[in-house]
């Protein structure tokens, strides 16, 4: 709830005259608002998708990173699990949607090298088809891979691409540049890598 400055300086007045009055206006003004942001939150995400996030975050042992508003409007939670050699992000859709399971969401798996301070891509399951839906959340995913590769002091992210038919190299290509990785092609167009120096 947004307060104008005319409605800012007259309760301003009103403080110096009546202590008591000005309290109850502002208890007010905060019980709506809280009420307004908990309405909010329940049209937004809804019960049945966070308990379900709750399970799997149980049973696959993965941690919340975030929470996002994608390009669509939909928030995503936006989820990793470590273990010793692999790192998995992935997202998670706050909408019901109880036909999406663990192995289906749009994720990116990465090895770190310690020795060299580079993460590499091992493998990503939908995040280069997810920006032409126009979700943007591709791009969730590889600024929170972003982030995590700073925080834990990477110098860069790589991986190859390969196994990609010509018709849709382009698009592929493209989702890259747009989010800062330098993509290297091949002659023939059907493999490459890409590099995100931090």
Same mark, same amino acid.
């Given at each position: 709830?947004?307060?104008?400055?005319?409605?800012?300086?007259?309760?301003?007045?009103?403080?110096?005259?009546?202590?008591?009055?000005?309290?109850?206006?502002?208890?007010?003004?905060?019980?709506?608002?809280?009420?307004?942001?908990?309405?909010?939150?329940?049209?937004?995400?809804?019960?049945?998708?966070?308990?379900?996030?709750?399970?799997?975050?149980?049973?696959?042992?993965?941690?919340?990173?975030?929470?996002?508003?994608?390009?669509?409007? *939909?928030?995503?939670?936006?989820?990793? /699990? +470590? =273990?010793?050699?692999? %790192?998995?992000?992935?997202?998670?859709?706050?909408? #019901?949607?109880?036909?999406?399971?663990?192995?289906?969401?749009?994720?990116?798996?990465?090895?770190?090298?310690?020795?060299?301070?580079?993460?590499?891509?091992?493998?990503?399951?939908?995040?280069?088809?997810?920006?032409?839906?126009?979700?943007?959340?591709?791009?969730?995913?590889? *600024?929170?891979?972003?982030?995590?590769? /700073? +925080? =834990?002091?990477?110098? %860069?992210?790589?991986?190859?691409?390969?196994?990609? #038919?010509?018709?849709?190299?382009?698009?592929?290509?493209?989702?890259?540049?747009?989010?800062?990785?330098?993509?290297?092609?091949?002659?023939?167009?059907?493999?490459?890598?890409?590099?995100?120096?931090?």
């Amino acid at each position: 709830m947004l307060v104008s400055k005319k409605k800012y300086q007259h309760l301003q007045m009103m403080k110096n005259k009546d202590e008591i009055e000005y309290r109850c206006i502002i208890s007010e003004m905060r019980q709506a608002a809280r009420e307004e942001r908990e309405l909010v939150a329940k049209e937004l995400v809804e019960d049945e998708a966070l308990l379900k996030l709750n399970e799997d975050l149980e049973c696959n042992d993965l941690c919340v990173l975030g929470i996002e508003r994608n390009e669509i409007g *939909d928030f995503v939670a936006v989820t990793i /699990k +470590r =273990n010793d050699k692999l %790192s998995v992000i992935s997202l998670f859709s706050l909408k #019901n949607n109880n036909k999406e399971d663990f192995c289906a969401r749009p994720s990116v798996e990465v090895t770190s090298n310690l020795l060299n301070r580079e993460l590499k891509i091992e493998d990503t399951h939908l995040i280069e088809i997810l920006d032409r839906n126009g979700s943007g959340n591709g791009t969730i995913l590889l *600024d929170y891979l972003k982030k995590e590769a /700073k +925080r =834990n002091r990477f110098i %860069s992210i790589n991986g190859n691409l390969g196994n990609v #038919n010509q018709k849709n190299y382009n698009d592929v290509e493209k989702f890259y540049e747009n989010n800062d990785f330098d993509v290297s092609l091949s002659k023939d167009q059907t493999s490459g890598s890409i590099k995100f120096i931090l």
